[in-house]
């Protein structure tokens, strides 16, 4: 069974930074690309970062200098690093999965998804 799992929501404040990780199990790590994405409330899903089993990353412009996406393969995990964080950041962030080796910010490409992580950011 394929599983996605998140962790590492959390209220912070405006400029403070926290790492989520995306752990995940039941397929083949590296044949898997990974996504991070978001929904805020009232707003569109939409995609953060991805990286695919060769190592390449994608990044939503808004994010690029700020964010950062990793992934560990003996652990299965992909992390997402954020930095300088925003009210504007604020939404609930979901990892999601689809079998490629080239990444995808199109949400419908994913096949399985997480179950999300609360992200709050104070002003």
């Known amino acids: 069974e394929v599983q996605l799992v998140e962790s590492g929501g959390h209220l912070v404040q405006a400029g403070g930074s926290l790492r989520l990780s995306c752990a995940t199990s039941?397929?083949?790590?590296?044949?898997?690309?990974i996504g991070w994405f978001r929904q805020a409330p009232g707003k569109e899903r939409e995609a953060i970062s991805c990286?695919?089993?060769?190592?390449?990353?994608y990044y939503l412009q808004s994010t690029k200098g700020r964010f950062t996406i990793s992934s560990d393969s003996a652990q299965n995990t992909v992390y997402l690093q954020m930095n300088s964080l925003k009210p504007e950041d604020t939404a609930v962030y979901y990892c999601?999965?689809?079998?490629?080796?080239?990444?995808?910010?199109?949400?419908?490409?994913?096949?399985?998804w997480g179950q999300g992580t609360q992200v709050t950011v104070s002003s």
């Open positions: 039941g397929f083949i790590f590296d044949d898997y690309a």
């Open positions: 990286i695919s089993g060769d190592g390449i990353t």
């Open positions: 999601a999965g689809f079998q490629n080796h080239y990444c995808s910010g199109y949400g419908p490409r994913y096949d399985y």
